[in-house]
DNA sequence: AAATGTGGAATTTTT
DNA sequence: TTCCACATTT
């Protein structure tokens, strides 16, 4: 079969495409060419007829991810297709219960509340049941609902051994009424929900199996146990599941994901024949040195299903590694390298400064900022995160679903009309009482004098702006709102709003933007734009900040750089308590985790791979000094460069910044900041030093056995 | 209702 | 140190 679509595609890739009807498991390396199997599969499954548009099903965990497989897909494919079933877990989710709330026991318009509005859901319920929030904190309930959705379980199914629990899972309880009666979901509520859905109702839970014959998971290894089980539910012994996953580089353990979901898969999915495994181990992204450090690496984690990179490209340019005296001077190296790159004609967005943790972006910044170069840093507060957007949002979703009590008490005084804390408590008291929202008691206003007028004026304002909106389109309606709830008004007033402003027509952009992208499928839902728009901000946050005009330097941590990739990296702070990250050492897998964590910060790298490490640095407040990264010491010798300054003096780099260094308190002979190495401790850095002569003592810390006071007339150090 | 002060915590993150 | 949530002040 000489079809196009199938050339270039490597032995194991094609295999993978042209897999018959049964279930598989493709492990695919770090740039492998996963994306593109995925898709592929796709459209051979289209082109030889073996399926159609109306029974594939395909899950990602991004919207990202999802937009991207649908454009590469629509390249692949001349079939239409419309009527597939691409989408986050979430979003799928979302549309079923949207088709089904009914038997979902969910109001037609229910709303999804992010983490913020879950955050304030649960302070409700806390004012509201007099729970004491110092010995209850609400973000540990916050997490222990979700951990418990995520492994499927309901207030009365959480295992609680200790008091304390117990009276968390009543909280949960109390919760859980609360969103019912307000008609509002969380985010694993929405896979929560459609599992019971599709476990409670034989009916349609044939009809989506009948239907859907393919199902395709891509990030397999970041499934949770909710999801893994929802997979379950939607799959019989005739459906052929397709997941896409890697082991080495599962990274999000935290969060819920289930790398033993891969194990389990070949037992749990094998029906009419058994599950197949193909690996995909050629990387068509790193030349060889950087792949050659990457595998050295993982080959030291004992959980692995087992993998090895190779590269048909050139070994490439030599690792390279640099220890920086301080962070400083570890932000200066790579202001210094990524001036020489783009001299030599890299694109600054060619290159990446990855970091474990947020706090190690202020130094680099910093660096880039006072020599000029260009740079974006991810993460941070996303465009329908922002207050302003969630003023706007709230009102609308107080038109759609005027039961959500988190909406109405957003904007009941917001821009501020005279409604103050004592009316809205008299409200919330009085529907505590009736059992009913505060858009119901504040309808039926019996209270007299100014409050209870102000409060039948909202009502007024919210009822007016339901019935001017009604059947408008819908930028025309946030339009509306944005002017008639005053919110435009307020910010424009406001010194210091115009960003704001900027945001709300944005917001109103945005929904323009919306509805040109759905047009093409609404008629097949005949959905109420409103809703699908709010459905849309609460699913997919947008993006954190808008593209500079300029190329930029990429500033972002390891987790965000998965699934990206530049021609030059650099990974940065390479340091035992950082990276690993010390609160990984108690973890189970701690290290294991971190170390996949490295192993794709590494994996990110094209052409150019910088690893560094600072002996010291400034963390929550006090200068810290690290010993290098265990990480540094597993590849094999003669792999990684290590650059000049890790032989030169120290000194030399210190007189360049001496302001921000502490001076040391001398001991002749020994600085700290210093690599030593003791007969039986092993490896260390001096941390602080003290004495003359005879009884000169150095504290060092050592990378195995801590902290240690040393007499430097006894212990035989060496410098190392 | 905004402005200012205080205490505590400070991996990683998407939906 | 720096950020945030929350409390108190003006």
Same mark, same amino acid.
């Given at each position: 079969?000489?079809?196009p679509?199938?050339?270039?595609?490597?032995?194991?890739?094609? #295999?993978?495409?042209?897999?018959?009807?049964?279930?598989?498991?493709?492990?695919?390396?770090?740039?492998?060419?996963?994306t593109?199997?995925?898709?592929?599969?796709?459209a @051979?499954?289209l082109?030889?007829?073996?399926?159609?548009?109306?029974s594939i099903?395909?899950?990602?965990?991004?919207?990202?991810?999802?937009?991207? !497989?649908m454009?590469?897909?629509?390249a692949?494919?001349?079939?239409n297709?419309?009527?597939? @079933?691409v989408?986050?877990?979430?979003?799928?989710?979302?549309?079923m219960?949207?088709?089904?709330?009914?038997?979902?026991?969910?109001?037609?318009a229910?709303?999804? !509340?992010? !983490?913020? *509005?879950q955050?304030?859901?649960?302070?409700?319920?806390?004012?509201?049941?007099?729970?004491?929030?110092?010995r209850?904190?609400?973000?540990?309930?916050q997490?222990?609902i979700n951990?418990?959705?995520e492994?499927?379980?309901?207030?009365?199914?959480?295992?609680?051994h200790? %008091?304390?629990t117990?009276r968390?899972? %009543?909280?949960?309880?109390?919760?859980?009424?609360?969103?019912?009666?307000d008609?509002?979901?969380?985010?694993p509520?929405?896979?929560?929900?459609?599992?019971?859905l599709l476990?409670?109702?034989?009916?349609?839970?044939?009809?989506?199996?009948?239907?859907?014959?393919?199902?395709?998971?891509?990030e397999?290894?970041d499934?949770?146990?909710?999801?893994y089980? @929802?997979?379950?539910?939607?799959?019989s012994?005739?459906?052929?599941v397709?997941a896409?996953?890697?082991?080495?580089?599962?990274?999000y353990?935290?969060?819920?994901?289930n790398?033993?979901?891969?194990?389990?898969?070949?037992?749990?999915?094998?029906?009419?024949?058994p599950?197949?495994?193909?690996?995909?181990?050629q990387n068509?992204?790193?030349?060889?040195?950087?792949? *050659? &450090?990457?595998?050295?690496?993982?080959?030291?984690?004992?959980?692995?299903?087992?993998?090895?990179?190779?590269?048909?490209?050139?070994?490439? %340019?030599?690792?390279?590694?640099?220890?920086a005296?301080?962070?400083?001077d570890?932000?200066?190296?790579?202001?210094?390298?990524?001036?020489?790159l783009?001299?030599?004609?890299?694109?600054?967005?060619?290159?990446?400064?990855?970091?474990?943790s947020?706090?190690?972006?202020?130094?680099?910044e910093?660096?880039?900022?006072?020599?000029?170069m260009?740079?974006?840093?991810?993460?941070?507060?996303?465009?329908?995160?922002?207050?302003?957007?969630k003023?706007?949002?709230?009102?609308?979703?107080?038109?759609a679903?005027?039961?959500?009590d988190g909406?109405?008490?957003?904007?009941?005084?917001?821009?501020?009309?005279?409604?103050?804390?004592?009316?809205?408590?008299?409200?919330?008291?009085?529907?505590? #009482?009736?059992g009913?929202?505060?858009?119901?008691?504040?309808?039926?206003?019996?209270? #007299?004098?100014?409050?209870?007028?102000?409060? #039948?004026?909202f009502?007024g304002?919210?009822?007016? !702006?339901?019935?001017?909106t009604?059947?408008l389109?819908?930028?025309?309606?946030v339009?509306?709102?944005?002017?008639?709830?005053?919110?435009?008004?307020?910010y424009?007033?406001?010194?210091?709003?115009?960003?704001r402003?900027?945001n709300?027509?944005?917001?109103?952009?945005?929904? *323009?933007g919306?509805?040109r992208?759905?047009?093409?499928?609404?008629?097949?839902?005949?959905?109420?734009?409103?809703?699908?728009?709010?459905?849309?901000a609460?699913?997919?946050?947008?993006?954190?900040?808008?593209?500079e005009?300029?190329?930029?330097?990429q500033?972002?941590t390891?987790?965000?750089?998965?699934?990206?990739?530049?021609?030059?990296?650099?990974?940065?702070?390479?340091?035992?308590?950082?990276?690993?990250?010390?609160?990984?050492m108690?973890?189970?897998?701690?290290?294991?985790?971190?170390?996949?964590?490295?192993?794709?910060?590494?994996?990110?790298?094209?052409?150019?791979?910088?690893?560094?490490?600072?002996?010291?640095?400034?963390?929550?407040g006090?200068?810290?000094?690290?010993?290098?990264?265990?990480?540094? %010491?597993?590849?094999?010798?003669?792999?990684?460069?290590?650059?000049?300054?890790r032989?030169?003096?120290?000194?030399?780099?210190?007189?360049a910044?001496?302001?921000?260094?502490v001076? &040391?308190?001398e001991?002749?002979?020994w600085?700290?900041g210093?690599?030593?190495?003791?007969?039986?401790?092993g490896?260390?850095?001096?941390?602080?030093?003290?004495?003359?002569?005879?009884? &000169?003592?150095?504290?060092?810390?050592?990378?195995?056995?801590g902290?240690? @006071?040393?007499?430097l007339?006894?212990?035989?150090?060496?410098?190392?």
């Amino acid at each position: 079969m000489a079809s196009p679509l199938l050339e270039n595609l490597n032995p194991e890739q094609l #295999a993978a495409v042209t897999l018959p009807h049964v279930s598989a498991l493709i492990l695919a390396g770090a740039g492998s060419g996963k994306t593109r199997v995925l898709t592929t599969r796709i459209a @051979w499954l289209l082109a030889t007829g073996q399926a159609s548009p109306l029974s594939i099903l395909a899950v990602t965990f991004t919207n990202k991810a999802a937009k991207e !497989m649908m454009s590469r897909l629509s390249a692949l494919t001349p079939v239409n297709t419309r009527g597939m @079933w691409v989408g986050t877990f979430h979003g799928l989710c979302n549309r079923m219960l949207r088709a089904h709330y009914r038997d979902a026991q969910l109001p037609q318009a229910f709303q999804i !509340m992010d !983490m913020q *509005d879950q955050l304030a859901m649960i302070k409700r319920v806390y004012k509201a049941h007099n729970i004491d929030d110092e010995r209850f904190p609400a973000r540990q309930l916050q997490s222990l609902i979700n951990a418990s959705k995520e492994e499927g379980l309901r207030p009365n199914q959480v295992e609680a051994h200790d %008091e304390f629990t117990r009276r968390q899972v %009543e909280h949960f309880a109390l919760y859980e009424q609360a969103c019912q009666r307000d008609g509002v979901v969380d985010f694993p509520e929405l896979l929560l929900r459609t599992y019971e859905l599709l476990t409670q109702h034989e009916g349609l839970r044939e009809h989506y199996r009948r239907r859907f014959s393919h199902i395709l998971v891509d990030e397999f290894q970041d499934t949770n146990v909710l999801q893994y089980k @929802w997979l379950k539910q939607l799959t019989s012994p005739q459906t052929s599941v397709f997941a896409v996953g890697d082991d080495d580089q599962s990274i999000y353990a935290f969060r819920g994901a289930n790398v033993a979901n891969m194990q389990h898969f070949e037992r749990d999915f094998a029906n009419a024949a058994p599950v197949k495994l193909i690996k995909l181990e050629q990387n068509y992204r790193s030349h060889g040195r950087i792949l *050659d &450090a990457a595998n050295a690496l993982i080959k030291h984690n004992q959980a692995r299903l087992g993998k090895n990179l190779w590269t048909a490209d050139a070994e490439g %340019e030599p690792v390279r590694a640099f220890a920086a005296p301080s962070d400083i001077d570890e932000a200066a190296f790579i202001v210094d390298v990524v001036n020489g790159l783009v001299a030599d004609g890299v694109s600054p967005a060619e290159i990446a400064v990855l970091y474990r943790s947020n706090a190690q972006s202020r130094v680099v910044e910093h660096a880039l900022f006072n020599a000029g170069m260009p740079y974006r840093v991810y993460g941070g507060m996303r465009f329908f995160e922002r207050a302003e957007v969630k003023h706007a949002l709230a009102y609308l979703r107080l038109i759609a679903s005027p039961a959500d009590d988190g909406a109405f008490l957003r904007v009941i005084n917001f821009p501020p009309r005279g409604i103050g804390a004592r009316s809205i408590e008299t409200l919330q008291e009085r529907a505590q #009482a009736t059992g009913s929202s505060l858009w119901q008691t504040a309808c039926s206003q019996p209270v #007299a004098g100014r409050a209870g007028s102000s409060v #039948a004026a909202f009502v007024g304002l919210i009822e007016s !702006m339901r019935n001017a909106t009604h059947g408008l389109p819908l930028p025309e309606a946030v339009d509306h709102v944005v002017h008639a709830s005053g919110l435009l008004a307020h910010y424009t007033g406001e010194k210091d709003g115009q960003e704001r402003v900027d945001n709300l027509q944005e917001l109103i952009n945005a929904a *323009d933007g919306f509805l040109r992208e759905t047009e093409r499928e609404i008629g097949e839902g005949g959905d109420d734009p409103l809703m699908s728009f709010l459905s849309h901000a609460a699913l997919e946050a947008g993006e954190t900040q808008a593209a500079e005009g300029r190329p930029a330097l990429q500033l972002m941590t390891v987790h965000s750089a998965k699934g990206l990739e530049f021609h030059t990296v650099f990974v940065t702070g390479l340091e035992e308590g950082l990276f690993p990250h010390e609160n990984s050492m108690s973890e189970f897998d701690g290290i294991e985790e971190e170390r996949r964590l490295a192993y794709v910060a590494i994996t990110r790298a094209r052409r150019r791979l910088y690893l560094t490490h600072a002996q010291s640095r400034m963390l929550h407040g006090q200068l810290r000094y690290n010993v290098a990264s265990r990480f540094l %010491e597993e590849f094999p010798d003669g792999l990684v460069q290590w650059l000049s300054a890790r032989r030169r003096d120290f000194t030399m780099v210190e007189d360049a910044a001496p302001a921000t260094r502490v001076v &040391a308190r001398e001991v002749p002979g020994w600085r700290i900041g210093q690599s030593v190495k003791h007969a039986k401790f092993g490896l260390g850095i001096i941390i602080d030093a003290e004495g003359r002569g005879d009884d &000169a003592r150095v504290q060092v810390n050592f990378r195995e056995a801590g902290v240690k @006071w040393l007499a430097l007339e006894y212990a035989k150090l060496q410098p190392a």
